[in-house]
């Protein structure tokens, strides 16, 4: 997880999903975040809107083992992941049943996104039509929600469940049974340093972690990336402003080791 903040500036999912998209409005505050849907919804004058999301491989994001990935906490997490998947925890379990820890990593990832450029040029002139009753999360005068839009995810279809170690030497791991599942492949292979392994994949492709910009709305419902922040004070006692450029980022503060899920 801290891997994928600090190398991505992403916030992870703890439920991959397919709603997870580029040019996503979300509505967060504190640990409150929802998917209020997609910007052309929320924008005047969408037709001529036309953004496409550009695709790049990218070397495999692995959540790695520590001393602390004991097998609660390794189910617990490996538990969400799967659920987007449809598949249920159980068959794991029993599989694994002879494991102390666990190592997850993500394999064929996929890296979907949108320059931040490309939508600020294709956002010029656009206004959020404030009349929209969904605007009043973000308009609102007491307890409103900042409003993000998703410029990036990480998208995966397989999942690797290393063995790291096990309750005895000689106990072996098994190949869990899905009940036929036709679009899931389950292998139990061999690594390289002679540890188990468990490889599941599926066809389709689930967002596992994401960015977003902040939007800040300007006179007329114009929108804005970026704010204005104060600074320190100057050597000669004035406060300097600065008008920092937008930037992608995670929902989640960089100390907080947590997964994120949608309200």
Same mark, same amino acid.
């Given at each position: 997880?801290?891997?994928?903040?600090?190398?991505?500036?992403?916030?992870?999912?703890?439920?991959? /999903?397919?709603? #997870?998209?580029?040019?996503?409005?979300?509505?967060?505050?504190?640990?409150? +975040?929802?998917?209020?849907?997609?910007?052309?919804e929320?924008?005047?004058?969408?037709?001529?809107?036309?953004?496409?999301?550009?695709? $790049?491989?990218?070397?495999?994001?692995?959540?790695?083992?520590?001393?602390?990935?004991?097998?609660?906490?390794?189910?617990?997490?490996?538990s969400?992941?799967?659920?987007?998947?449809?598949?249920?925890? *159980? &068959?794991?379990?029993? $599989?694994?049943?002879?494991?102390?820890?666990? !190592?997850?990593?993500?394999?064929?990832?996929?890296?979907k +996104?949108?320059?931040?450029?490309?939508?600020?040029?294709? @956002?010029?002139? *656009?206004t959020?039509?404030?009349?929209?009753?969904?605007?009043?999360?973000?308009?609102? =005068?007491?307890?409103?929600?900042?409003?993000?839009?998703?410029? !990036?995810?990480?998208? =995966?279809?397989?999942?690797?469940?290393?063995?790291?170690?096990?309750? /005895?030497?000689?106990?072996?791991?098994?190949?869990?049974? @899905?009940?036929?599942? #036709? /679009?899931?492949?389950?292998?139990?292979?061999? #690594?390289? +340093?002679?540890?188990?392994?468990?490889?599941?994949?599926?066809?389709?492709?689930?967002?596992?972690?994401? =960015? $977003?910009?902040?939007?800040?709305?300007?006179?007329?419902?114009?929108?804005?990336?970026g704010?204005?922040?104060?600074?320190?004070? !100057?050597?000669?006692?004035?406060?300097?402003?600065?008008?920092?450029?937008?930037?992608?980022? !995670?929902?989640?503060?960089? /100390?907080? &080791?947590?997964?994120?899920?949608?309200?």
């Amino acid at each position: 997880m801290e891997t994928i903040r600090k190398t991505y500036n992403m916030t992870p999912l703890d439920i991959p /999903d397919s709603m #997870t998209q580029p040019l996503q409005v979300v509505a967060h505050r504190g640990k409150k +975040s929802m998917l209020m849907g997609s910007l052309k919804e929320l924008i005047e004058n969408p037709e001529d809107l036309n953004l496409s999301t550009e695709m $790049a491989d990218v070397a495999n994001v692995s959540v790695e083992n520590t001393g602390s990935l004991n097998m609660d906490f390794g189910f617990q997490l490996l538990s969400g992941l799967l659920k987007g998947f449809g598949v249920e925890i *159980k &068959p794991f379990e029993f $599989a694994l049943k002879g494991a102390k820890e666990i !190592s997850i990593a993500f394999e064929n990832v996929q890296h979907k +996104s949108i320059p931040i450029l490309k939508i600020g040029k294709a @956002l010029k002139g *656009k206004t959020l039509d404030i009349e929209n009753p969904a605007m009043n999360i973000f308009t609102r =005068s007491e307890r409103k929600f900042n409003m993000y839009l998703i410029s !990036s995810v990480l998208e =995966s279809n397989s999942i690797l469940i290393n063995v790291e170690k096990t309750t /005895d030497d000689g106990v072996k791991v098994e190949a869990p049974d @899905l009940g036929g599942l #036709t /679009d899931v492949s389950i292998e139990l292979k061999e #690594t390289s +340093s002679k540890k188990q392994r468990i490889e599941f994949s599926d066809k389709k492709h689930l967002t596992f972690a994401f =960015s $977003a910009i902040e939007l800040f709305l300007g006179p007329g419902g114009t929108i804005k990336f970026g704010e204005t922040r104060i600074l320190k004070r !100057s050597l000669d006692g004035t406060i300097q402003q600065e008008e920092p450029q937008p930037e992608e980022q !995670s929902l989640i503060e960089e /100390d907080a &080791p947590a997964l994120m899920g949608w309200n």
